[in-house]
C-alpha cells in the first residue's frame, strides 16, 4: 500500500511542477497551439469543407475559429501535424 501511495504522490507533484512551468523527469510532449483559422485560409477550403475534410463539426471549427474554444488531444495532434505537413494529409484524406 505505501508503494502504491508514494506513486501516486510523486505523480501528483509532478502534475503540479509541470502546470507551474518546473521541468520534471517524466518525459512530457506539449503541442503548439493552431490558428484554425489561418489554417484552413492557407489550405484553401471553406468552412464546411474543412469540417467535413477532418470529420469535426463546422459548430466545433467556428468555436476554434472564434477562440471561444482550443482544440486538444487528437483533434489539436492532427492540425499540428496539417499544419506541418498538408499537401501530405490532404493526400492521405483523399
Excluded at 506513486?7 to 493552431?34: C, Y
Excluded at 468552412?47 to 482544440?71: M, N, Y
Aim: aromatic share 4%; net charge positive.
Amino acid at each position: 500500500m505505501t508503494n502504491a501511495y508514494e506513486s501516486i504522490a510523486k505523480g501528483l507533484q509532478e502534475a503540479i511542477d509541470l502546470n507551474k512551468g518546473k521541468d520534471i523527469a517524466a518525459k512530457t510532449h506539449r503541442l503548439e497551439p493552431v490558428d484554425v483559422g489561418e489554417l484552413r485560409r492557407k489550405l484553401g477550403l471553406t468552412q464546411l469543407e474543412f469540417a467535413s475534410k477532418f470529420c469535426i463539426s463546422v459548430s466545433t471549427l467556428r468555436h476554434w475559429e472564434r477562440g471561444d474554444r482550443t482544440p486538444h488531444g487528437p483533434a489539436l495532434a492532427l492540425l499540428n501535424v496539417v499544419v506541418k505537413e498538408p499537401k501530405a494529409v490532404m493526400r492521405a484524406l483523399a
